[in-house]
Nanobody, 126 residues
């Protein structure tokens, strides 16, 4: 069983930055795709970003492209989401996720990710 723990959420002013971290409790983390999603109450959980096993491939939602950067350190079983130029519309709960294997066509679907963190709140004030 893979357990994921997020950290790094908080309150920031518009235009500011936050860095989220996701630490996994598995020794073979380099065989899992890592991803970030976000969900506002009453709405579906939406894809934010994903990164391949060795960090060579990254994928982003159009809404965050150019502002957010996903990265990973397999030695420390950690994935990060660096969020810059934050907007009030980015305010929501962010979740990290892991999956053994995914394709670019399926990674935006929450059903393809078996492992999830508990979520961390990000609030951007105007």
């Amino acid at each position: 069983q893979v357990q994921l723990v997020e950290s790094g959420g908080g309150l920031v002013q518009a235009g500011g930055s936050l860095r989220l971290a996701c630490t996994a409790s598995i020794r073979t983390y380099d065989t899992y795709v890592a991803g970030w999603f976000r969900q506002t109450p009453g709405k579906e959980r939406e894809f934010v970003a994903a990164i391949g096993w060795y960090g060579l491939s990254t994928y982003y939602a159009d809404s965050v492209k150019g502002r957010f950067t996903i990265s990973r350190d397999n030695t420390n079983n950690t994935a990060w989401l660096q969020m810059n130029s934050l907007k009030p519309a980015d305010t929501t709960v962010y979740y990290c996720a892991s999956a053994p294997t995914l394709t670019e066509a399926t990674m935006k679907s929450t059903s393809q990710w078996p492992y999830w963190g508990q979520g961390t709140q990000v609030t951007v004030s105007s």
